[in-house]
């Protein structure tokens, strides 16, 4: 597959996306800069664009540094514990704080996914069996443990129903002004961008790494604060999208192989491609109403990982 | 020159190796052989900084080589693992390029192409340079590896037994190879070996480990006869000359 195909698939989805809603809008209703029509289109459809946009490489490009770093295709932020360790940070940070400010969401939630992942990193390196299935098995106990407590929390401070909002990801509330932290994961996927050949370094392990100069434990935890800072914009403001870390780079990897540089641009507009893609169903299969984002990328992405663990596990060995 | 002296590692309470001093020749190629457990390669490890010893040190042309920046030491000094059998999805070409990270920081310049293209023709890989590494067979596998540490171009290379798992014809390829690399442009290799045959016919010199200590160290005539080789492995091994190769024929049928 070429770059620029996904590039073209993104383009026009991305206009799809643009026209397609419980409102229907034309580009000709554009023209009017007072209409009803243009103001839906600015403070609603764009930034729904852009956050799915923003959240599809993000999320992609995390999953891809987390497989790179823990040497195992299965790893991602949804098999890790970082999405869960996110989701836990925001539920403290509102019983911490009476009256909670984003903000303060935001440093809890971003320290929580970090230190989660961290943690995850460290059991990885203690366990002795390797396995490429075991290893993300452990991760998703991992991640349940941090989930239940979440849950136990929440519902001894009545928060249940505030939380349920980050358990589904879902662009059906996004509209100007509330999904702008989104930005903060440009820079991070920038860096990450940078730090490509470090990643691939470090992926072929500690002491070939060593061997090459790098330093080692240095780009490791580079690498796992870049991906709790996407994961962190994006459970804050979509939410929790499953999979999407999980299947897109390894489709990528596939193809392409294995040498970030060449890997990141592909695995980016990929994960664009695939998260219009689930959104846009999501919204028409029962329009004028929605299905979240998160219900479609789960039975498409469900579906597509099966296939990988089925037929992939010689390749991902 | 690389000088190690006195190196002590314990795992636990356990010494792995102990009060070990040796000095590697330049030019030449260096086996650390020995029975398993005689701290062959974690004496390499120590050489290589992948593993800090509890005691004593290793000198680099005079400096502690805890002291040398990685990048700087990373273009003196490489080193080949057992463990680098991976499971990552590299061209060769891809993983040799990695072999100038330490000079290009990964963005190559038009000399690094160049080492690049010589150490892939060096190892007879050019056909297949722009194969995956898991499609390729263990020999060529490592000679991909190994010609990743050429054009990182050190002067010394480490290698922590490169033959495992490779059949005859490999293993006498890749001997071939280092003993080109010392003859030719003037390398020094060390290199932990389990075969002392390989270690007999190519290698200059041999440096003889047992339960972590030094037991010998000397040129290769001198550690491989009967004498020696009975301290080392407690075996009986008879030596045989066939075209001026020491063979020991450590087979004992008739027991």
């Not at chain 1, 809008?25 to 007072?34: A, F, Q, S, V």
């Not at chain 1, 440009?186 to 500690?206: R, W």
């Not at chain 2, 490779?166 to 290799?189: C, P, Y």
């Not at chain 2, 003889?208 to 004498?227: F, H, V, Y």
């Amino acid at each position: 597959m070429k770059l620029w195909m996904l590039g073209i698939a993104a383009i026009v989805l991305s206009f799809i996306s643009l026209f397609i809603g419980a409102i229907d809008i034309t580009p000709k209703d554009l023209l009017n800069w007072e209409s009803d029509e243009t103001h839906i289109f600015l403070i609603s459809r764009i930034p729904r664009l852009l956050a799915i946009i923003l959240a599809g490489a993000g999320m992609s490009i995390a999953g891809l540094i987390m497989q790179s770093l823990s040497r195992n295709k299965f790893v991602s932020p949804t098999t890790a514990g970082t999405l869960d360790a996110a989701k836990l940070g925001i539920l403290i940070s509102m019983l911490f704080f009476t009256n909670v400010t984003y903000t303060q969401q935001v440093i809890f939630s971003f320290a929580f996914a970090l230190a989660g992942t961290f943690l995850f990193m460290q059991i990885l390196d203690r366990i002795k069996f390797k396995d490429v299935i075991f290893v993300p098995l452990i991760g998703i106990m991992y991640g349940n443990i941090l989930s239940s407590i979440t849950t136990f929390l929440g519902y001894e401070a009545d928060l249940l129903q505030n939380l349920s909002s980050w358990l589904m990801g879902s662009f059906t509330l996004i509209i100007a002004g509330r999904y702008e932290l989104l930005y903060v994961s440009i820079p991070a996927i920038i860096l990450a961008y940078l730090y490509a050949n470090k990643f691939t370094v470090a992926g072929m392990g500690e002491d070939f790494a060593r061997n090459l100069g790098l330093s080692y434990k240095l780009v490791l935890n580079i690498g796992l604060v870049l991906v709790a800072v996407i994961s962190t914009t994006v459970v804050l403001t979509v939410g929790v999208i499953p999979f999407l870390g999980l299947i897109v780079p390894n489709i990528v990897s596939l193809y392409l192989g294995d040498n970030l540089r060449k890997t990141i641009p592909h695995t980016a507009v990929l994960g664009i491609v695939f998260l219009l893609i689930c959104d846009i169903l999501g919204r028409i299969i029962i329009h004028p109403y929605e299905i979240p984002v998160n219900v479609t990328v789960a039975v498409i992405g469900s579906a597509i990982f099966l296939t990988m663990l089925l037929r992939g596990r010689a390749y991902a060995k | 020159m690389i000088e190690i002296k006195g190196l002590t590692k314990r795992f636990g309470k356990k010494p792995v190796v102990e009060d070990v001093t040796v000095t590697i020749e330049p030019g030449t190629i260096t086996s650390f052989i020995g029975p398993n457990g005689a701290g062959k390669s974690t004496l390499l490890s120590m050489v290589s900084r992948l593993l800090e010893a509890d005691t004593g040190e290793v000198l680099l042309d005079q400096n502690n080589v805890k002291k040398w920046k990685s990048s700087d030491f990373a273009k003196r000094v490489s080193i080949l693992k057992q463990a680098n059998y991976l499971n990552v999805r590299l061209t060769v070409r891809e993983l040799v390029s990695f072999g100038r990270y330490p000079y290009s920081k990964g963005r190559l310049s038009a000399e690094d192409e160049k080492f690049v293209d010589q150490a892939i023709d060096y190892m007879n890989l050019a056909d297949m340079e722009n194969k995956y590494l898991d499609e390729l067979s263990g020999g060529q596998k490592q000679r991909a590896f190994i010609a990743m540490v050429i054009a990182q171009d050190t002067d010394y290379i480490l290698l922590d037994e490169p033959l495992n798992n490779l059949d005859m014809k490999h293993s006498v390829q890749i001997m071939k190879i280092l003993r080109k690399l010392v003859d030719e442009l003037g390398k020094t290799v060390v290199i932990v070996l389990h075969d002392i045959n390989f270690a007999s016919v190519y290698s200059d010199r041999i440096v003889a480990l047992k339960n972590g200590r030094l037991m010998k160290n000397g040129p290769t005539r001198e550690i491989i006869n009967s004498d020696v080789l009975r301290e080392i492995y407690d075996m009986d091994i008879p030596i045989q000359e066939q075209n001026g190769c020491r063979i020991c024929v450590y087979f004992n049928s008739h027991i």
